[in-house]
């Protein structure tokens, strides 16, 4: 008894593997095409409030603190603690000349008291 054997099949084995490769090149354009995040900054005090109390507030607020003032600003545990515990937010939200204005020589630009206000409702990030 003879067995038929069939012969042949590589070529339709080929033209199968020619359309899966085929068909891997075939993206569709929604997966090159990704949702924007919000990119709004978020606000660090390394990046960004070290720098603003340096410039502003350390003259008097340093360690020790000097011309009057009753506390140092010059570490992150400190300004977090006056954000929290203290009234820095509203110190530095009071007119120029009013009592306790800070700094007292004239108020910082909105823009300036705003990033510090976004840092604290962000939780207070350190890095
Ligand atoms: C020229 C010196 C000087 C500078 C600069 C200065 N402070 Fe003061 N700060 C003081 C003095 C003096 C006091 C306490 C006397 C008073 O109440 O005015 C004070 C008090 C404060 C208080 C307590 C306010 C209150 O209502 O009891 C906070 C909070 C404060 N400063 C934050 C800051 C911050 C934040 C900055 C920078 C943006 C700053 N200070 C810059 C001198 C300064």
Redesign the pocket.
């Given at each position: 008894m003879g067995r038929e054997v069939t012969m042949g099949r590589a070529v339709p084995i080929a033209t199968i593997i020619c359309l899966l490769f085929a068909s891997c090149t075939n993206d569709s354009e929604s997966d090159l095409v990704e949702i924007e995040p919000d990119k709004s900054k978020t606000i660090s005090y390394e990046a960004d409030i070290r720098q603003?109390?340096g410039n502003?507030?350390l003259?008097?607020?340093k360690s020790p603190p000097v011309?009057?003032?009753?506390f140092s600003?010059d570490t992150y545990d400190r300004v977090k603690d006056?954000v929290e515990n203290?009234?820095?937010i509203?110190?530095?939200n009071r007119q120029s000349g009013e009592?306790?204005a800070?700094?007292?020589?004239g108020r910082?630009p909105k823009a300036t008291i705003d990033l510090i206000e976004q840092w604290a409702d962000e939780g207070f990030l350190e890095q």
């Open positions: 603003i109390i502003n507030c003259d008097c607020h011309n009057g003032a009753p600003l006056k203290g009234n820095l509203t110190a530095i009592p306790a800070m700094p007292p020589t910082l």
